[in-house]
C-alpha cells in the first residue's frame, strides 16, 4: 500500500522526512521529534501526556508544558502544510498520530519484510532521540530472526 509515496520517513541512522526525494528543513527541532515519535508508533495514538513524558521528560506536566506541546503540534502541522505534507497527520484534541497509509517508510518497510530495507538496516534507529533506542533492540531481534 505504501510502496513509492512521495512522502519517506528515514528512520534508519538519523530521522528525515523526504519529499519528493528532498529533505524537510523543519524550522523546529521539537516538531521535528513530534513527528519521528509519531512515526515510531506506527500510526498508533499519542496523547498529550504521553508527547509530554517522552519530547520533555525533565519538565513536569503542568499547564505551561501542554501549552508548550501544544505550540510544538500546531507547529508540526504548519510546516508539514507548508511542504504539501499535512494528509500524513491526524490530530484530534489531546490525541495525535500518522496516517501510515499516506507515507513510505524503512521501519515500516523492514517490519513488512523487506529484504531491502532489512539491508538498509545498519544497527542505528534515530540516533538523536535517546526514546528511540528501545525499539533499536527490537529491530536487531527482527533482523536476527
Known sequence: KRKNKRIFARTFGHFDLFIDDKPIMFKSAKAKELLALLID???GTVTTDQIIGTLW??????VSTQNLCSKV????EKELKCHGAGEILVSSRGVRRVDT???DCDLYNLLDGSKNAADSYIGEYMVEYS???S???LLEKYINL
Open 101 to 103: 497509509d499516506k507515507f
Open 57 to 62: 521528560e525533565n519538565r513536569p506536566n503542568d
Open 73 to 76: 503540534g500546531k507547529t508540526l
Open 135 to 137: 525499539r533499536m533492540a
Open 41 to 43: 508508533r506506527k500510526g
Open 131 to 133: 526514546w528511540a533506542e
